[in-house]
């Protein structure tokens, strides 16, 4: 039977990104992103609901993280749920979730207001995000010589025309 485990978050970071460097060579970027859902409830007041989650990035793209992501920004995030077990100072056995990522695109900042200014960076990864459709050039942008197509006219639908009376209806 097959199975999937797969977490798609586009949120904002809670924190500027914790990075250490393991012994080996390997590198681990941590940060929580909140997700908010705004909705209206039964008695028309507005609620707001954040949503945090731990995310885990790993070598490459923990580097990157390290160097292009800071509290506020927005992410988006794919990976997987993973359950850690662990215990706290008193000596008991705590339970946490965490993502671990294998994909992270930066899609911008909250405090910049054009969208050349926002920075965008797309990390190594091995699987791709939702495909966007891309912005078609508009005529205007085209040059002279290179004309939109005319437009093709769909064919007249045919008339339907029946030969039997109401009589030879089923109903």
Known sequence: MASLNKMTIIGNLGADPEVRYLDGGA???TFNVATTEKYTNRNGEKVEQ?????????N?????????????????????????????????????????ANTMQ???SPNSDR?????SYEAPRQQAPP?????QPTPAAQPARQQAAPSRR?????????NSGDDDLPF
Do not use: H
């Open 106 to 108: 930066l899609l911008g």
């Open 50 to 58: 954040t949503e945090w989650f731990r995310i885990e990035l790993w």
């Open 154 to 162: 769909e064919p007249e639908p045919v008339p339907f025309e029946s």
């Open 27 to 29: 590198v681990v970027a």
């Open 60 to 100: 490459e793209q923990a580097k990157v993280a390290e160097k292009y992501l800071k509290k506020g920004n927005s992410v988006y995030v794919e990976g997987r749920l993973r359950t850690e077990l662990w215990t706290d100072k008193e000596g008991k056995e705590r339970t946490s979730l965490r993502v671990r």
């Open 131 to 135: 495909a966007q459709p891309r912005p």
């Open 115 to 119: 969208a050349e200014e926002q920075p």
